[in-house]
């Protein structure tokens, strides 16, 4: 009798873990590698190594545009699916993933799984983030202002080699938390030489950063346990933490919850404050509790800070890696006749365009081929390549395949960048592509997705 219990418990384990995900599961017809299909952890081995977007893109190439990664998840590199997943009204929501990216227990723009609370919040700072206002006015000149303060910079290092990934972080650094805060209440001055604030980036470069986001991904009641123990058995684990206390960005949040406080009591003194450091702060406070009144739509303190951190996290990185890749870029010794020609166009600037021996935004903004380089930067050096994973609560198709409720359908930049029928020689770092045949050109246009697309679209892609 027992063996028989023992049989059929092994029975009905093989057949709800290999039979049913990998002949009647409907995601069975899609194609891909069979272990991904049977468990998740062959693509967690690939989100380990660092190597899981290379990896998906791997497959695409083998087995076309739609793969099959895990048991309940899919991968896309196609038109059609990016209009389906992605587009205005589509119904896909962000998964639990976004969740993570949560600051002091509150969500924010990022983090939203509802596309309507997503839309609400998003008219509160979307204006802040227009072309109008960054090309004239006080972002314009804030800008401008740390652009000097990075060229006197590097100029007091003089003509020996520099180390760019640091000092492009004070720059992105400086320039968020001025465009988020103002300069009396959070904005920093790494690029002026301040410790305490270049000390806030220490945790960015920190190499176990990954390991615990990682932890905190495929193993997050694990990791919420490992890191909320104290005494004696906090003491047996902090050898077996993927990053040792404090965890990454620590210090930048403690940053950005204090700069908040130092606004909220700034604006409940100085009214005029709202009008005299206008920022991103400065926006949400109006719809906070006590200026608009308890209602679903006010937000209280800690919705506001987690908002404005969270345009910190996103601002720092991406701009200044963004940065990096394209002087890297233009470096190197191939590139030498891009290098010369941007340099041709930018002495083409007329002289009633600079103010202070610097040239205006919006004549900078005319130069079609600096331009140019740096969608192509973003194109083959996206800031954000992996993937954006959605869901949806009810079945679809896609390219031609039924996707049942709930399953995880993601699309990457990194791959759709690649695509070799659409970007000639896809590896090669060719600005000049994005000036050729206007549909070619187009069809270029189509497929670019360094800001993502849809309500969902970076708003900070100005």
């Known amino acids: 009798m027992l063996a028989l219990i023992v049989f059929s418990a092994l029975v009905a384990v093989v057949y709800y873990n290999v039979v049913e995900p990998l002949f009647l599961n409907p995601e069975s017809k899609i194609p891909g590698p069979k272990l991904f299909a049977l468990t998740k952890w062959r693509l967690a081995l690939e989100d380990f190594k660092g190597t899981r977007t290379r990896k998906i893109h791997a497959l695409h190439e083998r087995y076309g545009p739609i793969v099959r990664i895990g048991p309940n998840e899919v991968h896309c590199n196609s038109l059609n699916a990016l209009r389906t997943i992605y587009g205005a009204g589509s119904g896909f929501e962000r998964t639990w993933f976004y969740r993570m990216f949560d600051v002091y227990g509150k969500q924010n723009l990022f983090t939203f799984e509802s596309g309507k609370d997503h839309s609400e919040r998003k008219k509160l700072v979307a204006n802040a983030y227009s072309k109008s206002l960054m090309l004239k006015g006080p972002a314009a000149r804030m800008v401008q202002e740390k652009v000097t303060q990075y060229l006197t910079l590097l100029n007091a290092q003089g003509e020996q080699p520099q180390e760019i990934f640091s000092t492009l972080h004070y720059f992105s650094l400086d320039a968020i938390t001025h465009f988020l805060y103002g300069p009396s209440h959070g904005g920093t001055s790494a690029l002026k030489g301040n410790a305490q604030h270049r000390a806030l980036l220490n945790d960015i470069v920190d190499p176990t950063r990954r390991y615990l986001s990682w932890f905190a991904v495929h193993l997050p009641t694990l990791t919420k346990w490992m890191y909320t123990r104290e005494g004696l058995l906090e003491r047996m684990l902090r050898p077996i933490l993927p990053m040792q206390k404090p965890t990454t960005y620590t210090g930048i949040r ?24 206008p920022g991103i702060v400065s926006r949400l406070w109006s719809s906070h509790e006590s200026v608009k009144g308890p ?33 890297w870029a233009l470096s190197q010794p191939q590139n030498s006749h891009i290098q010369k020609r941007l340099v041709e166009e930018v002495r083409t600037i007329p002289e009633d365009a600079f103010e202070d021996g610097m040239p205006k935004l919006d004549a900078i903004d005319k130069l079609l081929y600096l331009d140019a380089v740096i969608k192509e930067t973003l194109r083959l050096y996206a800031p954000l390549p992996a993937s954006e994973p959605r869901s949806l609560p009810n079945d679809c198709v896609i390219d031609g395949y039924k996707i049942p409720a709930r399953t995880v359908v993601n699309m990457s930049p990194y791959s759709l960048h690649r695509n070799a029928d659409v970007f000639d020689v896809p590896l090669t770092f060719n600005p000049e592509r994005w000036l050729g045949p206007a549909d070619k050109v187009s069809l270029m246009n189509r497929w670019f997705w360094a800001f993502s697309s849809g309500g969902r679209m970076c708003i900070g892609l100005q």
Do not use: N, Q, W, Y
């Open 254 to 277: 403690r940053h950005a919850l204090e700069a908040f406080h130092r606004f909220k009591d700034a604006a409940e003194t100085k009214p005029d404050i709202l009008v005299s450091e």
């Open 295 to 327: 209602g679903p739509r006010s937000l209280d303190s800690l919705e506001i800070a987690s908002e404005c951190a969270d345009h910190l996290l996103a601002g720092i990185d991406t701009t200044a890696d963004t940065l990096m890749f394209l002087i």
